[in-house]
């Protein structure tokens, strides 16, 4: 079991940055990918960004690469998701996710956070 808990939403202006962090409560297998979701007004969940323990490899949704970037620090068992040039577009609630392997975290299979929510205004 593992438990992730989000921090570093809020209210920023367009074209502004914010960190989100993801806190795991052990280390496990079971967080050797972890990454970020996003849930717009309205719209389904979707697939933000992920990175592995293992070989730091990233993976990210093609409208937030060159201003996002996600990160992690082992040692803390601490992930982070650097957001900049935010646009009103990236106004969602963000999830903090983890799973062993990327397949399972993309497709759901995975360990959630509470979420936080990230407010861009226009």
């Known amino acids: 079991q593992v438990q992730l808990v989000e921090s570093g939403g809020g209210l920023v202006q367009a074209g502004g940055s914010l960190r989100l962090s993801c806190a795991a409560s052990?280390?496990?297998?079971?967080?050797?990918?972890m990454g970020w979701f996003r849930q717009p007004p309205g719209k389904e969940r979707e697939f933000v960004a992920a990175?592995?323990?293992?070989?730091?490899?990233?993976s990210y949704l093609d409208s937030v690469k060159g201003r996002f970037t996600i990160s992690r620090d082992n040692a803390k068992d601490t992930m982070y998701l650097q957001m900049n040039n935010l646009q009103f577009e990236d106004t969602a609630v963000y999830y903090c996710?983890?799973?062993?392997?990327?397949?399972?975290?993309?497709?759901?299979?995975?360990?959630w956070g509470q979420g936080t929510q990230v407010t861009v205004s226009s």
């Open positions: 996710a983890a799973a062993q392997y990327l397949y399972l975290l993309r497709s759901g299979a995975c360990y």
């Open positions: 990175i592995s323990r293992t070989d730091s490899s990233t």
């Open positions: 052990a280390r496990s297998f079971s967080s050797d990918t």
